[in-house]
């Protein structure tokens, strides 16, 4: 199978993880594999790390002379590579690729929506989607819904596909949870909570310091120690800590920074906590942290519902609910064990050998 892998996303965001890691999934089970990136981004960096075969082209250009150039770009591409199936994992160069599909008729698209946002319903949408496309992946079960709805499309053209995770990266490592614990001073009088994430405001630590502060301060929860698993991006370490101070929390939370030792940090929490506000819609974070066997708490966004019972998922925004939840979690180990049990059945639905058979018999089915 030769595809090519529409990658073009300038931060290496769960969109670009997704597409580039199926990208080395197919390509270690010895299938062509091309990956087209901007230029210059991180996303076009972690594949060349990776060892991926990388184009990089600036399908984003804002210019519509350089939109136009591109389609005959594109086109020798596709000559040159010959796919059996092109995916794009975002919008930009979709209508490019429908109108290359339509006229050479060589190579199967799909298109994989990864996106927060659903698409409009609109002629030029519907024309891509249903007619240009020959399959659509939703990454959760709520664009999947969209795309059926809204869209009209028959059931078998859209495809439900969450992804996976690196199992045997992502596992519990006891010397890892001793000596990072130790690292951050946490001892078995300790409970750990604890985010993994870019700074963001998206992805909940404000909500989730606030939550944890009122256990401690508000519940007199003084064992209560919260790490935060991240670095900073669109939001700075200098304003995480300003929640933290605010919050007067400085004693109870920690920071990592970047880390290589990811499994190990997320294996030395007790309770995992997805405090997202909107987006995952794909969550890479949640299924690392279930795959180190590590109970996880959510919000009700994206593809969490997909991953989580309802009992331990909280509306997004909401830190009364949210504090709520903690404190249940934090009061009933027996609790904390029924969620991990539920979902390390999850997760063994979704590794990566998971992700790349449900891709592979999509494509299979529209080249047979």
């Not at 429908?98 to 946002?117: E, I, K, P």
């Amino acid at each position: 199978m030769r595809t090519i892998q529409v990658a073009n996303v300038r931060w290496f965001n769960a969109t670009a993880w997704y597409a580039l890691y199926l990208a080395r999934l197919l390509r270690e089970a010895g299938h062509e594999t091309l990956c087209l990136t901007l230029p210059g981004t991180e996303a076009e960096a972690r594949a060349r790390d990776w060892g991926l075969p990388v184009r990089s082209l600036d399908l984003n250009h804002k210019d519509p002379l350089a939109q136009i150039a591109l389609y005959p770009a594109l086109g020798r591409l596709v000559r040159e590579f010959r796919p059996d199936v092109v995916n794009c994992h975002r919008g930009e160069a979709f209508l490019h690729f429908g109108l290359l599909r339509r006229r050479l008729g060589s190579f199967a698209l799909v298109r994989t929506r990864g996106d927060q946002r659903p698409p409009k319903a609109n002629l030029v949408n519907r024309w891509l989607h249903a007619r240009a496309a020959d399959a659509v992946v939703a990454t959760n079960s709520r664009m999947q819904r969209h795309f059926l709805e809204k869209f009209d499309l028959p059931a078998d053209r859209v495809r439900l596909i969450l992804g996976g995770v690196d199992t045997a990266r992502f596992a519990f490592d006891p010397a890892g949870r001793e000596r990072v614990r130790a690292q951050f001073g946490y001892g078995p009088e300790h409970l750990v909570l604890g985010l993994l994430g870019r700074f963001d405001a998206v992805k909940g630590q404000r909500e989730l310091i606030r939550a944890c502060a009122r256990l401690v301060h508000g519940e007199g929860l003084r064992h209560l120690r919260l790490l935060l698993i991240g670095f900073p991006t669109a939001t700075s370490q200098a304003e995480v800590e300003g929640w933290i101070a605010g919050a007067d929390m400085g004693r109870y939370v920690a920071i990592t920074g970047e880390r290589p030792d990811v499994a190990a940090c997320v294996s030395a929490l007790d309770l995992g906590v997805a405090a997202s506000l909107w987006s995952e819609t794909i969550a890479r974070a949640a299924l690392e942290i279930m795959a180190c066997g590590v109970p996880l708490l959510g919000t009700d966004v994206g593809v969490m519902p997909d991953l989580l019972s309802a009992e331990a998922l909280v509306p997004a925004g909401n830190g009364e609910a949210l504090a709520g939840l903690l404190a249940r979690a934090v009061s009933d180990p027996g609790w904390r064990q029924e969620r991990a049990a539920e979902q390390a059945a999850v997760v063994g639905r979704l590794s990566g050998e998971d992700f790349l058979a449900a891709t592979l018999d999509l494509y299979r089915r529209l080249r047979p």
